[in-house]
């Protein structure tokens, strides 16, 4: 075996580059992907950065994240980044599976991939909630209170996960200490090999076709659809920036177990969810968003089930519509009521 | 798929990710905002639902409500109801027009007791709520109409209002209604309400003091909204009047008792140690120690001692003014020459207190109620102006005046002492002192005084009665031995044992300098013009006579009759 032999280098660029890309991606609606993960490296950067300054103890928490926002040099736009990356990754996510539902992306052989979606959706969601209650003002404080109330509810093992979470009765040094090492370490991490597993699956199945519809022509993954991306990241950068400097990232008053504030409610992502919480009986809520959440994600397998006892219901589109109109409702209802 | 159900596909898409992205942002947006947003949410639920919107619709009252909402009550959900709520036959009760809402006009302190209970107990105990004493006492009554009494005295020792419900204060004094804000009551100018003006000019000595001066530079810094938790440090760094007289620190406890850390009543005519509930509060120096303990979170025991020392030799001072004072007003009213008021029987003024219509007795009031608390008050509060020119120099003013006015009457020791050409005719009491200050160690300062030069036995005589007071238990044990120690190596904290006679004769140099200057530029000047007046028998300065006949030619040919008619 020759040494030219032992790497080719020709055949590792033709499957990262040159990966063929049906035409229809040439649409932004469908090009949507990578954002998730663009976001994501914009987060590990910024996140960085904030641990620099970001001290992880009930005393310090909210006056090192003043420290950050107030005194640092361009602290206040790192952490607007790291705020914005946030709130726009979820968004992001949303979108990126409004495609790939509303075309059945997840259809067979893509079902496992469907369900990494979903658990890294999950992820997405933790990451945004324990980064929140790390700010330790008294909005995250009693979010992160009642966030970790409604773990509570979880049959069976409810009482046992909000312990290992709070590490005792209510929110302390322990819940801090833990949230920040989900936070900075084990969510992350979990996501990026997720991710990593995510674009694998992608790569081993190939980008998915339009269903019914082969898109004739490709195109190579690089340079185009690379530059895509760059485009994406160079325009996400900008938006963030520029919400940033619009809306800052603010901070209300230190964290006081002692002072229930009159309203506490979680972050805008989990308004839905505290919707249906607030105005059905708890236990029914809890079992509600369980079911939702197991049809979620087992959707491909539970969409191929329907399809073949009523051939003629689109029941992606339908459900789909109901589920974005609905948790657009009651994200709206929350924001505007107070 | 047909294309039909491509375009299906694709508009879904295409408005699902535009309303997601437009709203979602949009919904980020507006939390991102409120997040920063200091304003706390307001609910107001039940009767003061209808309390607002009528007081609203009726236009009556409509900036309490703007008030409230600022409150922490606000933020509570403590709405009007639960201060105003009365019953049948409460003093203040009445129905809301056109409503059946029963209402107590003035929450009191029982009121507020319900919620704050250690609070109003604690003010209850304070000197604070002794003040109604003054008004019915009223020794001005007689010399001032009613009316201005009503607006005057009263308005601000109303504090200490009692109740038809037997409560005692009125807490919107210090926590203005409606929004009872702690940090408008902290701001020094709330005190300075009433702790102002000649007979106590706490806040004119607070604001010349180094604290009132780095506070006013610093406050905008300053956030005087905070909570003063027991034991907890103080988390601003110069003290408003609140934290040293009622915030606690790292040893103190918070208190509403103003009078918990004070150790005189330095505003009677004579100081002395205060026991006002000492049963509860502890004696004189249990209160300096609570004291001291606040002023210890920012300076050094042995200052904050020292300080105090020297402030407390200063009402001791005060008090044998006041004796010379005392002696001669009685020696004036036992030899007739001033006189009491009198009315059907029963006096109406006392000269050693409150006189009015004549000179000693008017001289005497303001030692005591004017100078006299100006003195021994800007001394314990660090306002050396109020100590020195509107203290002791007009305490001293007084004093001469009053012996002057005793010699013009023909009293024959007052005329001795007018008559006096002996440099210690001012010092007609015993005196305090303490070797030294507490800001450092001056080698110039003890040269000059005629006492210290000419009495040799000067220090001996201040050690008696340093230690008579110690004895008389006016000074603590403590105190004397910081006193002792000083005075055992007073060359050191006099600073006479050290030469510093170059740096003097330096300065020396330059003051010859400057007097030769202004001898040469001024003193020894004469303007050329004369003056219109002098003083000579027989002379009567005025316009020359040229000028005078020019003046007078003028003014008849303006009015001579021809030259109308001609």
């Not at chain 2, 120096?285 to 020392?309: D, G």
Request: hydrophobic fraction near 40%; charge should be neutral.
């Amino acid at each position: 075996m020759n040494e030219k032999n032992l790497i080719d280098f020709r055949k590792i660029k033709q499957a990262i580059l040159d990966e063929p890309i049906p035409m229809h991606m040439k649409n932004w609606f469908y090009a949507l992907g990578v954002t998730p993960f663009i976001l994501f490296i914009f987060q590990v950067l910024t996140g960085i950065l904030l641990t620099i300054y970001y001290v992880p103890s009930p005393e310090l928490a909210y006056k090192s994240v003043k420290y950050i926002t107030e005194e640092v040099r361009l602290g206040f736009w790192i952490r607007g980044l790291h705020r914005w990356g946030s709130n726009l990754m979820v968004v992001a996510v949303f979108l990126h599976m409004v495609r790939v539902f509303f075309t059945r992306a997840y259809r067979r052989p893509r079902e496992l991939n469907w369900i990494i979606g979903v658990l890294m959706f999950f992820i997405t969601l933790g990451l945004c909630f324990t980064g929140y209650s790390l700010i330790y003002d008294q909005l995250s404080y009693w979010a992160t209170t009642v966030g970790t109330n409604m773990i509570k509810e979880i049959p069976i093992f409810g009482s046992l996960f909000l312990h290992l979470l709070r590490g005792g009765e209510i929110v302390s040094v322990n819940t801090l200490t833990r949230f920040f090492n989900l936070h900075v370490i084990f969510l992350p991490t979990s996501l990026l090999m997720l991710i990593a597993l995510h674009i694998i699956l992608v790569r081993v199945h190939g980008v998915s076709q339009l269903e019914g519809i082969e898109d004739d022509e490709v195109y190579k993954f690089y340079p185009e659809h690379v530059y895509h991306g760059a485009i994406i990241a160079l325009f996400l950068l900008t938006v963030m920036s520029a919400l940033t400097v619009v809306l800052p990232p603010g901070i209300g008053e230190p964290a006081d177990p002692n002072v229930t504030p009159l309203h506490i409610k979680p972050e805008w992502y989990f308004f839905a969810i505290y919707f249906v919480l607030k105005y059905v009986p708890l236990k029914l809520g809890i079992t509600l968003m369980l079911i939702f959440l197991i049809i979620m994600t087992f959707w491909p397998f539970i969409d191929e089930l329907l399809r073949k006892k009523f051939p003629q219901v689109k029941w992606h589109y339908i459900l789909g519509s109901i589920v974005i109109l609905l948790f657009l409702i009651f994200t709206v209802y929350e924001t505007v009521s107070y | 798929m047909d294309k039909n159900e491509l375009r299906t596909q694709k508009l879904l898409i295409g408005i699902f990710s535009i309303l997601l992205t437009v709203v979602l942002v949009i919904v980020a947006g507006v939390e991102a905002k409120k997040s920063t947003e200091t304003k706390p949410v307001i609910e107001v639920t039940g009767v003061n639902k209808r309390c607002v919107s009528c007081h609203t619709e009726k236009g009556i009252a409509v900036k309490a409500i703007d008030q409230w909402k600022e409150s922490q009550h606000a933020i509570k959900n403590i709405g009007c109801i639960d201060c105003h709520k009365a019953e049948k036959g409460d003093f203040d009760a009445f129905y809301c027009p056109d409503s059946d809402i029963l209402v107590g006009r003035h929450p009191t302190p029982k009121d507020c007791a319900e919620c704050h209970q250690q609070q109003v107990e604690e003010f209850a105990q304070s000197k604070h709520a002794h003040q109604f004493w003054i008004i019915k006492n009223d020794d001005r009554s007689i010399f001032e109409p009613t009316i201005t009494t009503r607006h005057g005295c009263e308005q601000c020792h109303n504090i200490s209002i009692v109740w038809p419900d037997k409560s005692v204060g009125e807490c919107d004094a210090c926590h203005p209604k409606h929004t009872f804000s702690r940090a408008v009551a902290r701001q020094p100018e709330t005190c300075g309400e009433c702790h102002i003006g000649p007979d106590h000019p706490h806040i004119e000595i607070y604001l010349e003091s180094k604290h009132g001066n780095i506070f006013r530079a610093k406050e905008k810094q300053m956030n005087l909204n905070y909570a003063s938790k027991d034991l907890k440090k103080i988390p601003i760094e110069v003290p408003t009047c609140a934290t040293c007289h009622m915030d606690g620190n790292e040893t103190q406890p918070s208190t509403h008792n103003v009078s918990a850390r004070l150790a005189w009543e330095s505003q009677a005519a004579w100081s002395y140690r205060t026991v006002w509930l000492q049963d509860k509060l502890g004696d004189w120096t249990i209160k300096r120690a609570r004291m001291e303990a606040i002023c210890k979170s920012c300076h050094a025991p042995e200052f904050v001692e020292t300080y105090f020392l020297t402030a407390d030799l200063v009402n001791l001072q005060y008090n044998e003014l006041r004796r010379v004072f005392v002696y001669w007003v009685k020696k004036l009213n036992k030899n007739g020459l001033i006189k009491e008021l009198e009315a059907n029987g029963k006096k109406y003024s006392d000269v050693v207190l409150n006189g009015w219509d004549e000179e000693p007795e008017h001289l005497m009031y303001h030692a005591w109620h004017h100078e006299g608390r100006r003195f021994r008050h800007g001394a314990i509060m660090m306002g050396a102006d109020y100590t020195q020119w509107h203290g002791i120099w007009e305490l001293q003013n007084d004093l001469v005046e009053l012996i002057r006015w005793a010699a013009e009457h023909g009293d024959p020791e007052a005329k001795q002492w007018v008559n006096s050409r002996h440099p210690s005719k001012f010092m007609p009491y015993p005196i305090y002192d303490i070797p030294g200050n507490a800001w450092g160690i001056n080698p110039l300062a003890n040269k000059v005084p005629f006492l210290y030069v000419n009495y040799d036995d000067y220090w001996d005589r201040v050690y008696q009665n340093v230690k008579y007071a110690y004895e008389k238990g006016l000074l603590s044990e403590k105190q004397w031995q910081l006193w002792l120690k000083r005075y055992n190596n007073k060359e050191h904290y006099l600073g006479t044992k050290y030469n510093a006679d170059s740096v003097y004769n330096y300065y020396l140099q330059l003051n010859a300098i400057d007097t030769k200057a202004m001898n040469e530029q001024v003193v020894n000047m004469q303007l050329p013009g004369k003056p219109f007046y002098q003083p000579r028998p027989g002379v009567i300065a005025g316009p020359s006579e040229k000028v005078i006949k020019q003046q007078l030619g003028r003014k008849e040919e303006k009015y001579s009759p021809e030259s109308g008619t001609k």
